[in-house]
């Protein structure tokens, strides 16, 4: 047996109302409400539960969601139009992936990024 992806990422956020609108109206994920909580889906990829339901234990771990997009520019400029409180200009890393990290209402890093071309 072995781990064949990730299914989704769960949270329970400091503000589930405030958490809900930055992901749905800011980021434009869809949302469906669950038994455990808000699943917010982008497409057929894994997905976020914000836990507001179940009980969750608290966690010390310190988390970062990278997501992965095609336009990091554009996409800085329209979620910064839609309240997006950015952490700085895009950038790249030297081996050939763009991103720009931004912060969601409980404080948690986002990183939008752009992989690198594949090599021939």
Do not use: I, K, N
Not at 44 to 51: F, I, M, S, V
Not at 82 to 91: A, D
């Amino acid at each position: 047996m072995r781990v064949s992806g990730l299914d989704r990422l769960s949270w329970r956020p400091r503000d589930p109302s405030a958490s809900l609108r930055f992901y749905r109206d800011v980021l434009g994920l869809r949302a469906e409400t669950t038994a455990e909580g808000m699943l917010l889906a982008l497409g057929g990829g894994p997905r976020l539960l914000l836990l507001t339901h179940a009980a969750a234990p608290s966690s010390p771990l310190s988390l970062r969601l990278d997501l992965q997009v095609e336009d990091p520019d554009g996409l800085r400029d329209l979620l910064t139009s839609r309240g997006l409180r950015s952490s700085g200009e895009v950038r790249d890393d030297g081996r050939g992936w763009r991103y720009f990290d931004a912060v969601d209402p409980d404080g948690l890093t986002l990183r939008f990024q752009r992989p690198a071309p594949a090599r021939p």
